[in-house]
Structure formats: structure tokens, C-alpha cells
């Protein structure tokens, strides 16, 4: 495997496994308030949280621009503040794929919250525990499988971000070429050697994710 | 230690509303009435888990809640166990896990000791270190129970604590619970709609319908005098009835029914008096009927109380005894559709009289087993 290859695979698990960190930070409060609380503008954050799901790649990448870019919304400001862009750095590509990936994990944590008798929460609360340490104590544990298969779904589909990541990092080669933009590089170029061994590589890679999530799932239960 | 405690509650919601209003004090309180009557959402008014829109709770003296005065105590001050119908066992906790989860406040080595102790005190010892998944319907509700008990509640409230078991588990627990509550001492507030429950385990029985309270009694005097026509509709008496006073006296009061004047004792505590010609309704339990064997003497109306005839029109096994539909010979609707009486005997009785083959009776009621319902 060539220097570049391995760079980019490098690249790729940094990036996965930042967005899936980021996710879980972001996407585990926001699906317990989303499956518990009724909250102003509740339907609003749902949607704004699903639409990369069902939106083209490059749309949400589009999006991303607008609101990021040296000239978006949030992008100029800091530009002008400081000189400096999150465009086109694999700082970018970690936003994207954390981007793409919060629907399946917000998704599938949410339902999992949800599942969670509510009566616990009641008896915990009944039991002196307030609010936070219910959830700590009570609701993740019992919605530990879901959370854990959401974390995967998240991890896959950042591993495999290509059209958002694009549009927001670019792809410049030992810097934001994750997996699959060398690979699509690779096979334009007709370097058809490098493509097979990035395809199999990420194939691995993700057949091991699923392994591993099937074990922790299976010791949770 | 002697225990007081009163609750005032209104809640609306949509299409129902709760308004009640009781005391109680020592021992256990049942919350009795149909499903939907408004029992559980007492209940969870009363741990804090829902806000009331108006009114009181107070329990020993300390006020959990009270909307004029802005007070809401939180479920987690509150003090008040919660056994929950489903038991909501913590799956993921051990039995140990679970008792002791209410008692994360204390020291380790005195919530260690707390633990142990309620566990033998329930006869769980043994079980401290199995998951509910692993333990039957009877243990879960000990388990249940401890919980709540371990954190030492100035109140205990129970759910429907048997309606997750079955028929005969159900008998066997009734009773168990009964002599966990009393030996606990602990003053208890508990959900049934089944009234032999509700006889067995409380102390005062409070009877809701439809968002009210509509009789609070100790459990006796329920049984004996419910307040309403109302109260012995819920409570499923049999043979509920109307008829018109003809006369009524503190000690007496005479009924015009179906062609016949019956004669009823009066309320020895709240002696109802009637005006003459006004409609009255009042109970006949179907087990206080006497047929009067043929094959002695002729009845003698002094020996015999409020004498009738009739035919036995349907019957129904149930087992230990058999269930009559007597119809009256005397001309006129019959007053519960097809038939005036239900009444009961015992398989030996209908076997003996030969009820099979014999239809037609005569029947005395003992004055005393006519019960007025005021209105």
C-alpha cells in the first residue's frame, strides 16, 4: 500500500472516530430530550437533526458551506477575527461526517430511550434520584444496546462519508483525502492497484466495527 | 407512632376531572372503584408525580403539597414509597441493587446493613445477588416492596400490587402483603378494584367513582352500610332494588315492593327517615334468602319475616354453590328484567331440597338482612 494509502487510512479512522466521540457527546443529550422532554421548537431540531438523512450528501455539504465557509454565516465572522477557516482542513471533514452521522444515531439512541419504562424513571425519582442521576443510573444503562448500535451506525457512515466531506474539506491528498475520496481518486486515475487495496481495507475495517458492536452488544444483555 | 394524613386534590385533565378529598390515618387505606375512577392518578398526586391543580397534602404534619401556599414538594423529598403495579424493578440491578437504591445518602457500611436487614425481614436473603428477570411474581413484589420500605417512607403507596399475578399466587400474597403491611406498621395507601381485596387489606376503604369520592368508612361499616345506591353499584351488591317507603321509624322502616310490604331494620347509627310515598332503594345479599323446606310444618308469619313465593326461573353453578332467579308469583314486571331475586345456597342445600326437580319456593328474608341506601 502506497504512503498516500496509508495516510488516507490513517485520516479516515481519525476523522470516524472523532465525529463518533463528537456524536456521542452531541447525540446522546439530544435524544434523551428528544424522547423525554417537550420542549419549544422540539419538531424543529428533529427535523434540522433527520434532514441529512434523506438530503443528498452534497447538499448537506452545500448547506455546510453556507453556514462554515470563509464567507458563510458562522465562517466569515471567525475568518475575519482570526484568519483562519475550518474549510478545508480535516477539521472539516470530522464536522461533516459528524453531520451525516448524528440522524442514525440520534434515531436509533432516541428509540431506544423511548423503550425504557418510564415507571423506572418514576421510581428512581420516587427513590430520591433527581433528574441527571436517573438518567445515568437508570435510562442509559437500560438503553446501553441501542445507544452502543447507534455509536456503530455512526462510526460506519462516518467511515464512509464521501459527498458532504467533499464539499466542506475538499480533497487535498495527505490532508483531507479520507478512504473513500483516494479511492475514488484511485480508480479516475485508473491506479486500480490502490483502489482494491483501500476497498478491502475499509471492507476489514468495517467488518470488524460490526464484530466488535455485536460482542459489546451481547455482553450488555 | 400514630399517623395522620389528608389529602385535597383537584386535577383536570381532558375529559376527566379529579376532585377529591379524604383522611385516613393508621394501617392501610384502600383507594377502591372501577377502573378510570381516578385511584392511580391519587396516587402519583401523591408521590409528586404529578401536579394537582388545586388543594392539600399533608402527611404526619408536613405539607408535601399546597397550591395556595405555593408548596410542591418533589417526588425526591417527599418521602412516600411507590409500589408500582409493574413492581418497575431496575433490571440491571441485582435484588440488593435494588432495596438499596433508595438509601445512596447513607454511609456504605449502613446501607449495607439496611439492605440485609429489610432482605431478611422479607424472607429475601437468599436472593440478594439474582436479577428480577430471575425471580417469580411473588418474590418481585417482596422485592418491590422492600424497596420502597427501605428508605423508611412516612407513606407507602401501592398499585394494584397483585394484578400481575395469577388467580391462586393472587390469594396466597393477598394475605402475605396483609402481614407485611401490619408487621411493617408503616401507614399505606393501596389501589384495587376488586373488592374482596379491598376488604381483606384495608382499614378504611375510600370508594371512587368517576374522579369522586363517594364513601369513606372503615371497611366493616362499608360492607355493612354503604352510604348510596351508588357505593353498593360500585361495590357489586347484588340484588339492588326500589321500591316506595310506606313507613318509616327510627328502628323500622317498611318498603312497598313488587305487591309486598317488606319490613327493613333502620340504620342503627344514621337512622334514615323517609317520608311516606317517596322511592327508596335498598339491597337483599343473595346469600340471606331462606327457602323454606315443604316437608316441615306450614311457615308461621311470626317465624318468618317478610314471607314471598316464586318460581325459579334460571340458575347458574358456580362450583360451591348454585345461583337462583326467582321470579315473584305476584302480577307486575319482574324488577332486575326476568327475574326479582338472586339468590344463593350452598350445593348441599340444593341437593337436599332437591331444587332440580323442585321449582317452586317459598322465601323469607330476615328484616335485618334488608339494607336501605339513603339517596
Not at chain 1, 111 to 137: M, N, P, Q, Y
Not at chain 2, 29 to 43: C, E, I, R, Y
Not at chain 2, 127 to 154: F, K, T, Y
Amino acid at each position: 500500500m502506497s504512503a498516500e494509502a496509508l495516510s488516507a487510512l490513517g485520516l479516515s479512522i481519525r476523522v470516524a472516530v472523532a465525529a463518533t466521540l463528537l456524536n456521542a457527546l452531541i447525540g446522546i443529550p439530544l435524544a434523551y430530550l428528544l424522547a423525554r422532554r417537550a420542549f419549544r421548537g422540539r419538531a424543529l431540531v428533529d427535523l434540522v437533526v433527520t434532514l441529512p438523512l434523506v438530503l443528498p450528501p452534497t447538499v448537506t455539504g452545500y448547506y455546510l458551506i453556507v453556514l462554515l465557509g470563509r464567507r458563510g454565516w458562522l465562517g466569515a465572522p471567525v475568518y475575519a477575527l482570526s484568519g483562519w477557516s475550518v474549510a478545508f482542513t480535516w477539521y472539516a471533514a470530522v464536522i461533516a461526517a459528524t453531520v451525516m452521522a448524528l440522524p442514525l444515531l440520534v434515531r436509533t439512541a432516541r428509540a431506544a430511550i423511548e423503550s425504557v419504562d418510564r415507571e423506572l424513571e418514576k421510581a428512581a425519582f420516587t427513590l430520591g434520584r433527581s433528574e441527571w442521576r436517573t438518567v445515568l443510573e437508570v435510562t442509559l444503562p437500560l438503553a446501553r444496546n441501542g445507544i452502543i448500535a447507534g455509536l456503530v451506525l455512526a462510526f460506519a457512515r462516518a467511515l464512509g462519508e464521501f459527498g458532504a466531506t467533499l464539499m466542506l474539506a475538499g480533497n487535498i491528498p495527505g490532508k483531507t483525502t479520507t478512504v473513500p475520496l483516494a479511492i475514488y481518486t484511485a480508480v479516475q486515475t485508473g491506479e486500480m492497484g490502490e483502489a482494491v487495496a483501500l476497498v478491502l481495507a475499509l471492507t476489514a475495517l468495517s467488518c470488524l466495527v460490526l464484530i466488535l458492536a455485536g460482542r459489546l452488544g451481547a455482553r450488555a444483555a | 407512632m400514630s399517623h395522620r394524613f389528608s389529602v385535597e386534590i383537584t386535577k383536570r385533565l381532558p375529559g376527566f376531572t379529579l376532585d377529591v378529598s379524604w383522611t385516613a390515618g393508621d394501617g392501610v387505606a384502600v383507594l377502591f372503584g372501577p377502573s378510570g375512577a381516578g385511584k392511580t392518578l391519587t396516587l402519583q398526586c401523591l408521590a409528586g408525580l404529578i401536579r394537582p391543580d388545586a388543594g392539600r397534602v399533608v402527611v404526619d404534619d408536613r405539607v408535601l403539597f399546597d397550591a395556595a401556599a405555593g408548596v410542591n414538594l418533589p417526588p425526591q423529598q417527599r418521602r412516600v414509597g411507590y409500589v408500582f403495579q409493574s413492581y418497575a424493578l431496575f433490571p440491571h440491578l441485582t435484588v440488593a441493587g435494588n432495596v438499596g437504591f433508595g438509601l445512596r445518602d447513607r454511609p456504605r457500611h449502613a446501607r449495607e446493613r439496611r439492605v440485609v436487614e429489610v432482605l431478611e425481614r422479607l424472607d429475601l436473603a437468599g436472593l440478594a445477588h439474582r436479577r428480577p428477570s430471575e425471580l417469580s411474581g411473588g418474590q418481585r413484589q417482596r422485592v418491590a416492596l422492600g424497596r420502597a420500605l427501605a428508605i423508611d417512607p412516612a407513606l407507602l403507596l401501592l398499585d394494584e400490587p397483585l394484578s400481575a399475578l395469577d388467580a391462586p399466587l393472587r390469594r396466597a400474597l393477598r394475605d402475605e402483603l396483609r402481614s407485611i403491611l401490619s408487621g411493617w406498621g408503616t401507614a399505606a395507601v393501596l389501589v384495587t378494584h376488586d373488592f374482596t381485596e379491598a376488604y381483606r387489606l384495608a382499614d378504611r376503604i375510600i370508594v371512587y367513582e368517576n374522579g369522586r369520592v363517594i364513601q369513606s368508612a372503615p371497611r366493616a361499616e362499608l360492607l355493612w352500610q354503604p352510604a348510596s345506591e351508588a357505593v353498593a353499584r360500585v361495590m357489586g351488591l347484588r340484588n339492588v332494588l326500589h321500591g316506595v317507603v310506606v313507613k318509616a321509624t327510627p328502628d323500622r322502616i317498611q318498603i312497598a315492593w313488587r305487591g309486598h310490604t317488606l319490613e327493613a331494620v333502620n340504620s342503627p347509627t344514621r337512622s334514615y327517615l323517609p317520608a311516606p310515598e317517596s322511592p327508596i332503594a335498598f339491597f337483599i345479599r343473595p346469600e340471606y334468602v331462606r327457602l323454606i323446606r315443604k316437608d316441615r310444618s306450614a311457615p308461621d308469619a311470626a317465624h318468618h319475616m317478610n314471607l314471598m313465593r316464586g318460581t325459579v326461573v334460571g340458575e347458574a353453578d358456580f362450583g360451591t354453590v348454585w345461583s337462583l332467579r326467582l321470579r315473584l308469583d305476584t302480577p307486575g314486571a319482574p324488577s332486575q328484567g326476568d327475574f326479582d331475586l338472586e339468590v344463593e345456597v350452598p350445593h348441599l342445600v340444593y341437593e337436599i331440597l332437591e331444587i332440580e326437580r323442585d321449582r317452586h319456593w317459598e322465601f323469607s328474608i330476615h328484616r335485618g338482612s334488608i339494607h336501605v341506601l339513603p339517596t
